[in-house]
């Protein structure tokens, strides 16, 4: 399996909390991503960075934001939970050019949120 | 913008036999990637088998192979000699070749492989 890794595996909080969502891989790829997924449902992206100090937001409009300060590190961050933010959030990267599995996608065990 | 569609939201096969699975998609761009996704139950996703637009022949890896119909925008997976351990959600998924590596998923396909 990939060496990128998500805590808290599972998270139970109530409305109004401030959370974070850590993500970080060990493997020196440029770019992460966050995902958004419910139950049995397709993946949306959320944000994107392709490197330090670069953030992007995803295809799907999301109230978390997210910071890329270290490579290997890509935290999401929600100001202030509330119910309709329960989901489960993935987060994978992906190798620069050059490589042979450039463009493939390496995700996470996920973060499954559920906000009370 | 892009779209990935997924037919078959469930899928359920014996052990040892053959299924395919659909994905159809919709672009305007002339060079792509496409990508199979398998996600087991409280597992990773993992990558099975990635296909890029340009080239003609179809891609296999082992048990696993894609018929790839570029005209008619189609890219099914075909697994053959099904075991218990492809019981998984797959995931077909679009990735343009230019600007953000973005991936597009279908709405997955859940496939029970029954011993």
């Known amino acids: 399996e990939a060496d990128i890794y998500q805590t808290p595996r599972y998270l139970v909080i109530g409305t109004g909390k401030k959370i974070t969502l850590e993500c970080s891989q060990t493997?020196?790829?440029?770019?992460m991503y966050w995902y958004q997924q419910d139950p049995g449902m397709e993946l949306h992206l959320i944000h994107y960075s392709y490197g330090v100090n670069s953030t992007e937001k995803g295809d799907l409009s999301s109230e978390s934001t997210v910071s890329r300060i270290r490579t290997e590190h890509f935290p999401l961050t929600l100001e202030s939970a509330r119910p309709s933010h329960t989901s489960q959030y993935l987060c994978?990267?992906?190798?620069?050019?050059?490589?042979?599995?450039?463009?493939?996608?390496?995700f996470g065990p996920g973060t499954r949120l559920t906000v009370l | 913008a892009q779209t990935v569609t997924q037919s078959q939201p469930e899928m359920s096969v014996q052990e040892a036999e053959t299924v395919t699975l659909s994905c159809t998609y919709d672009t305007s761009e002339s060079n792509y990637y496409l990508f199979w996704y398998k996600q087991p139950p409280s597992r990773q996703m993992i990558l099975v088998i990635r296909?890029?637009?340009?080239?003609?022949q179809n891609a296999t890896e082992n048990r696993f192979s894609v018929n790839f119909q570029k005209a008619a925008k189609s890219f099914s997976l075909k697994i053959s000699d099904s075991q218990l351990g492809d019981t998984a959600m797959y995931f077909c998924?679009?990735?343009?070749?230019?600007?953000?590596?973005?991936?597009?998923f279908g709405q997955g396909t859940r496939l029970t492989i029954n011993p």
């Open positions: 296909q890029e637009a340009y080239k003609q």
């Open positions: 493997m020196g790829h440029d770019k």
């Open positions: 994978a990267s992906s190798p620069p050019p050059g490589t042979d599995s450039y463009n493939e996608q390496f």
């Open positions: 998924a679009f990735m343009k070749q230019r600007g953000a590596q973005k991936l597009v």
